[in-house]
């Protein structure tokens, strides 16, 4: 069971509410909420302190091994040099989080549109809804990165996926850390449309461009994917780099 799912039935199963098992751990009940409606992913010592506070062990949770996907300096090179306008990086966080969730809701039956996708992440209603699926859960994570833009929340680059929570390295600088724990989390098995989403948001917030497949790019992304699974994310990143404007760069 993923740990998110499993935090979950262990609450229920011990009768704790959220601002009850939140005292027993140590952190703020918003926190228990938020991990449990998928807004947010428990860092590893929060998961840990969460799951010790039910009676239960984190025995399937790990972290990646240290270089477990490779990476070369040479890829890093334009992204550290770029400088950006907020406002494109916003607008295109804004696109691909309308074009993830049309495309997580179509995979569970429900037909709504790029614009109804927008709608729901705007907070506003659309015919039908979306009902309490895996898509409505993933609609409150996306709205939550579009709105770290104008807050002073800075997205946390941790995630979990299936029984593995991978996190960043937050001794790297950006955006090293942030393209590192892009790579390694997808070799983990997280999804890659939404690893982009929660990379970039962090990107931006430290002023760095929004990353994205370059257009026209999507059988070299698949190539770089490939590889990136294989071990090697140089390629993947030297060709989200690709997206950066020219003249937003130093070099």
């Known amino acids: 069971m993923p740990v998110i799912d499993r935090l979950a039935a262990l609450r229920h199963q011990h009768g704790y509410n959220p601002s009850q098992l939140a005292a027993l751990a140590g952190v703020a009940p918003s926190t228990i909420t938020r991990i449990e409606a ?3 992913t428990p860092a590893v010592d929060v998961a840990e ?28 090179r334009t992204i550290r040099a770029a400088k950006v306008d907020p406002s494109w990086s916003r607008y295109h966080a804004a696109r691909e989080a309308a074009s993830i969730l049309e495309n997580e809701a179509a995979t569970e039956g429900w037909g709504i549109s790029f614009s ?49 929570i991978v996190e960043s390295d937050t001794t790297s600088p950006m955006p090293d850390q942030a393209m590192r724990f892009l790579v390694e989390a997808t070799h ?11 990379t970039g948001c962090a990107l931006a917030h430290h002023g ?34 690709e997206s950066i404007p020219t003249d937003w760069t130093d070099g």
């Open 116 to 164: 109804d996708a927008n709608e729901l992440l705007n907070d506003r209603t659309i015919a039908g809804g979306l009902g309490a699926t895996r898509a409505s859960r993933a609609k409150r994570q996306l709205a939550g990165l579009i709105r770290s833009f104008t807050t002073a929340e800075v997205p946390t680059l941790t995630y979990a996926t299936g029984d593995l």
């Open 188 to 198: 983990a098995g997280a999804d890659p449309s939404t690893i982009r989403m929660l």
């Open 38 to 40: 998928g807004e947010r």
């Open 49 to 76: 302190r969460t799951f010790s506070a039910l009676g239960a062990t984190l025995t399937v949770l790990s972290r990646p091994a240290p270089g477990a996907v490779y990476l070369a300096n040479r890829a890093l």
């Open 208 to 241: 760095y461009p929004w990353l994205t497949v370059p257009h026209g790019r999507d059988r070299d992304y698949e190539r770089a994917l490939d590889a990136l699974l294989r071990g090697d994310g140089t390629t993947m990143v030297e060709l989200l780099a």
